[in-house]
């Protein structure tokens, strides 16, 4: 880096380059100096013009724009007339943190893109942490665990159902959600989309053994 030179190895003599190096960290490289864990000769080499990008919980007024944006382009992508967030979904991502920066915002909208069945995206929508199947509650914006669901986007199953059969509900409801697009369903559900089409296949294929039993059954009487 200080000499502007490559030495290839086997090369009789080093070639001069001409770049301009750009280092990106989420790291307090001065600290990690100290600590021991980063070369220090390198630190001061790359240490020339050091920018500060605010991260997004610092950047409120990016935080609609990037919604706009995201909510435009993952309408199209899917085929969905174009939507917003609605008033009260604007107030939450404003006051929730964003520790993911504008990947997790991303994300978000994509998710309520795809499950919102109405004209505006609402919080519901944009649940992700699926493990919790919940939205953090943040400045009273949000509602609890318990109730952060909507009628429209409920699968209804029945005490004694096997889990099969819930998972198959589960899989078309969300299917259905996405208009058909198997890619976006499969990430939504937390499975490869090679695992989604076996399980389709599997569906079509009890599908049609109990069609031929029926058409079967018909034929004797």
């Known amino acids: 880096l200080q000499e502007r030179e490559v030495d290839r190895g086997w090369g009789r003599f080093p070639i001069p380059i001409d770049t301009r190096v750009i280092v990106t960290t989420n790291c307090n490289l001065g600290k990690r100096v100290e600590e021991g864990k980063f070369r220090e000769d390198l630190f001061y080499r790359i240490n020339v013009i050091p920018l ?128 058909g697009k198997r890619a976006k369903a499969a990430e939504m559900l937390g499975v490869t989309v090679r695992t989604l089409r076996n399980k389709l296949k599997l569906y079509r294929a009890e599908k049609d053994a109990q069609d031929s039993k029926d058409e079967s059954q018909k034929d004797h009487t």
């Open 52 to 179: 500060d990008l605010p991260p997004l919980r610092e950047r409120k007024e990016d935080i609609i724009t990037l919604s706009h944006y995201f909510c435009e382009m993952y309408c199209r992508e899917i085929g969905k007339p174009t939507k917003y967030l609605s008033e009260e979904a604007a107030a939450f991502v404003l006051d929730y943190d964003w520790p993911g920066n504008v990947r997790e915002l991303e994300n978000a909208i994509q998710r309520g893109v795809a499950l919102s069945t109405s004209d505006r995206i609402e919080i519901y929508d944009l649940i992700w942490d699926a493990r919790k199947k919940r939205i953090p509650t943040i400045g009273g914006v949000g509602r609890p665990a318990e109730t952060v669901s909507s009628p429209k986007h409920k699968v209804e199953v029945e005490v004694g159902t096997s889990l099969a059969e819930m998972e198959k509900k589960l899989i078309l409801a969300t299917l259905e959600q996405t208009n």
